[in-house]
């Protein structure tokens, strides 16, 4: 089955800063990849999504990149806020026979401090 | 407002009592799917539906069942909650197949003794 591994479980950043989050993948190659947030206690929220045949994405501070020989999607925050305290997650999906398994990673807790 | 509603959102049963946790949306979503997550675990898929009257496993299927007898609903059963299904459960749907982007709902923390 797909495994998916995301950087360091935490990672803390000052504000302002930019923090890269890092979600790589083994086995097969994913047709899209997806990154959600989750606050304590909370249901994951969509953030973005990025198709295999697509190089980087952005929405507003957010950016992420996709690359299909490393095998690693990176997930940019700019400008960041202690309000973009949280769980990020990335989940990976598939065509064919999977097209209904959505595949997430454990998350990296991410930490701005002022 | 769109949303997708989980009941109960807190549970605390025995072990070998069935029941149901009970997920709805309002978004005329084709697809709906079944998490659990566990420390260090991360979420895991238990069950999906690309549309009515089509479920299929996730990777941790084993204890619980599902139906879709309606495009709006999609409800978790487990026949007979052991222990090791403590967890927090989740419900998501997408409007596309694929699925797209994924809504959540708020969760059911349930606990078997």
Redesign the interface.
Known sequence: ?QKIEQNSEALNIQEGKTATLTCNYTNYSPA?L?W?RQDP??????LL?IRENEKEKRKERLKVTFDTTLKQSLFHITASQPADSATY?C?L?HRGST?????????TQLTVWP | EAQVTQNPRYLITVTGKKLTVTCSQNMNHEYMSWYRQDPGLGLRQIYYSMNVEVTDKGDVPEGYKVSRKEKRNFPLILESPSPNQTSLYFCASSLVRGPGELFFGEGSRLTVL
């Open positions: 089955s899209y997806q959600y206690g909370r249901g994951p929220v969509f999504l997650l989940a999906g097209l209904g398994r959505l595949y997430f990673g454990r998350g």
